[in-house]
Each structure stands twice: as C-alpha cells, then as structure tokens.
C-alpha cells in the first residue's frame, strides 16, 4: 500500500532551524505524485497549511511561515521538504505530510502522513 514515510521532526529552541523529509512509498504501484503539502496541528487548534507545492513546482505558504519556511521537492516529485528557519514556540505542532497521488487506473488519492512532532522550546 501507499505510506507518506515523515522524518525530521524533534525538539529546538527558539530561533533554532529543522527540516522535515516525506517520502511516498508506493511499493508495485506506479503513480505521478502532484501537489504535495505540510500541513500542522497544534493542540486545541484546527489543522492548518504551511506550505505546499505543486506539480508544476508553484508554491503556497501560510501567513505565519512565509519567509522562515521553505517547502522544496525532487524532479521526481515523491519527496517533499520542509526547512525551517527561525522557529517559534508557536510552531510547536504535529507536521503531518499530504500528497495528490495519480495511479495507473486512472484515479487520483490524497494521502497523509503519521505526523512527525515539532516542539520548539523557549
């Protein structure tokens, strides 16, 4: 089956830096993956976008991000990153990983990651 497989996540100080890594795994599958995200959640507070990007290597960042974020991806398009600059204890979140997955039959998926914990400590 498919697995968004999340990496990076841990524990820094404010104004420290962390990147997040997404890999899709799609194992006797063949797909063209198309607009990739970062999304997070923090406790208490709704899911929210912190960037995406998309085929056609477009990208979109959430207000509170743009400028310290990054979201960056292969050419092959079935990894994704997140570098994180300046950090706040406010970014303190789930990071969950979100992919548009095409596949041989014709349909497209949308899938998410298991989450990897951001905690930035002041």
């Known amino acids: 089956q498919v697995q968004l497989v999340e990496s990076g996540g841990g524990l820094v100080q404010t104004g420290g830096s962390l990147s997040l890594s997404c890999v899709v795994e799609?194992?006797?599958?063949?797909?063209?993956?198309?607009?990739m995200s970062w999304r997070r959640q923090a406790p208490g507070k709704p899911r929210e976008l912190v960037a995406s990007?998309?085929?056609?290597?477009?990208?979109t960042y959430g207000d509170s991000v743009k400028g310290r974020f990054t979201i960056s991806r292969d050419n092959n398009y079935n990894t994704v990153y997140l570098r994180m600059n300046s950090l706040k204890p406010e970014d303190t979140a789930v990071y969950y990983c979100n992919a548009d997955l095409f596949f041989d039959d014709g349909i497209n998926r949308n899938y998410w990651g298991q989450g990897t914990q951001v905690t930035v400590s002041s």
């Open positions: 990007i998309s085929r056609g290597g477009s990208t």
């Open positions: 799609a194992s006797g599958r063949i797909f063209r993956a198309n607009t």
